[in-house]
């Protein structure tokens, strides 16, 4: 596939705010059926937003992390299912260019790839006969209902016995999937379990996560790329923030959409936009967004800095990238806690928009790598001298 010229930041985001209605319009469909929609992954395919964090000579754009951001929170405004499974889809495009050139010419031959992946050990390897056999259960696995290949992480049975962690590329094709995904929030991204049962892997497709973690990658294509230089663990957890201050955006546009003719009931404001506590609640809310709109980009803009430049990382930018992505998550959960407060009883209504946004907050800021909490005490321990209690940085 020929090298193409990328589209703008603008472009990109333009197309996926064009999305919007169309997302909006499906979601009722995506919760019921949790995954989603065709039309929807149709949209998001057409606009050349699976191809932002593809290597060019694939026909990739090599998006910087600051736009990948950008256009996920657009998505986002849409429906977080959607921006959610695109941002896997947008990470595990990036890992495949950590593997060998070999292995990305086999998984990006299907144009438009979709490879869905986690990073969480779940899953055994032992080696045999010019690879490996993998045995695993992997949990949490969003959108490999819908996804042609798998990246999932095992532990390989080292010859002295120890263990250490390894990324394998495996078509979903080979995977069994467990139908478990009954869950109260982003109920569209279809995160089933896999299964591998006695799979073989080649070797080239089998990359040790030791070398990964500081840096090392495989592919020899791609290590003059910016977006290629940048630590694995960082640029997973700054490609989902989008998804993040895109529900911050779509809380606030459901609450104005519904402010008008609303009154307080017991009171006498017939008009809830005029109550002194209306001002003070919208005007926290729109401030807690603002801190984590802040905060995500401070992220983004120092990965896109380091990898231009090639710059080494410090623990404390590592660790303060992770704690960036918290807050984010954690100023947004506040300002939609706040809007939900001030919607009134008629807002758990399956049909309003605001009890689905806090859903899908909530379970976000669950996710361990997400997690406010997790990722200051991680933070913290940096900034008072100890050493990081994570491999994950």
Known sequence: METVQAPSRAELVSRASELVPLLREHTAWTEE?????????????????????????????????????????????????????????????????????????????????????????????????????????????????????????????????????????????????????????????????????????????MLPMGPVMHEQYASVLNAGSPIYQTPMLLTAATSTVGTVLGLGAAAKEAFFERLPGRKITYTEYARQSEAPLTHLQIADATVRIDEAEFHAYRAASLLDEKGATGDPWSLEERAGVRADIGAACQRTKEAINIMSTASGASSIYSDVPIQRIERDMQALSLHAILHPNTNLELYGRILCGMPPNTMYL
Request: net charge negative; aromatic share 8%; proline share 5%.
């Open 33 to 205: 059926h949790r995954r989603l929609s065709d039309e929807a992954i149709q949209a998001v395919t057409d606009a050349g937003i699976l191809k932002m964090r593809a290597p060019a000579r694939y026909g990739g754009y090599e998006s910087d992390m600051r736009t990948l951001v950008a256009v996920l929170t657009e998505l986002g405004r849409g429906d977080a299912s959607v921006s959610w499974t695109v941002s896997v889809w947008s990470i595990c495009s990036w890992l495949v260019g950590l593997f060998p050139d070999a292995v990305q010419d086999e998984v990006f031959a299907t144009p438009d790839v979709r490879v869905c992946g986690l990073l969480s050990p779940s899953g055994t390897a032992v080696a045999k006969d010019g690879g490996y056999v993998v045995n695993g259960r992997w949990a949490f696995n969003t959108g490999s209902l819908q996804s042609h290949w798998n990246s999932l992480v095992a532990m390989l049975t080292m010859p002295d016995g120890t263990q250490q962690p390894v990324m394998a590329l495996v078509p979903v094709s080979d995977l069994k999937i467990i139908d478990d995904w009954y869950t109260t929030g982003l109920r569209g991204t279809g995160s089933v379990t896999t299964v591998a049962t006695e799979l073989f892997v080649p070797a080239e497709r």
